[in-house]
């Protein structure tokens, strides 16, 4: 009995020891940061418009104007005269935030009870397309264009229209 006791308490005393070696290691500080930024603007340009200039109806066709320098291609009408121009957006922030234009597929131009439609409406930005676009505390340009379908009876008249250009970042 007397060596179950000694045993007993043998047990007892290295129990409690393993704990007088027990150590912890002292607090650590970590860091954290945050940057908040102005979010980008996107401007339309005053005075700016996507312009296809004057067209003359004798025969249908389509005029596109680039919208990476407003510069003009017609293909089927019998003339096209003054100035043609992209319309233009200025999009301002911090440095560096890559963004994309998102532009409608279509614009509708009325003229009283008349329309025609620009179709394969396009944009591009600073110096590259659409899908590499990174703005600038400057500002970055931002052109659109597209491609006017006139019919051969297109009735004369001065044809305007609004539409709705976005980024995403």
Do not use: E, R, W
Not at 46 to 59: C, E
Not at 131 to 142: D, L, Q
């Amino acid at each position: 009995m007397k060596k179950t006791i000694t045993a007993a308490l043998a047990l007892l005393m290295l129990s409690g020891a393993a704990g007088v070696y027990a150590a912890t290691a002292g607090p650590a500080t970590g860091n954290a940061q945050v940057v908040i930024i102005a979010p980008l603007t996107l401007t339309h340009n005053s005075g700016a418009k996507l312009d296809f200039g004057n067209v003359i109806n004798t025969t249908a066709g389509t005029v596109t104007v680039a919208a990476k320098d407003g510069s003009v291609t017609t293909s089927g009408v019998t003339g096209q005269n003054g100035t043609t121009t992209a319309d233009q957006f200025t999009v301002t922030g911090a440095n560096g935030i890559p963004f994309t234009v998102s532009a409608p597929s279509t614009i509708t131009v009325t003229s009283g009870a008349n329309n025609m439609t620009i179709n394969s409406v396009t944009s591009f930005c600073g110096t590259g397309a659409t899908s590499s676009c990174v703005a600038s505390s400057a500002g970055t340009a931002v052109g659109v264009g597209g491609t006017l379908a006139v019919s051969a009876a297109q009735a004369v008249g001065t044809y305007t229209g609004t539409y709705t250009l976005s980024i995403t970042y």
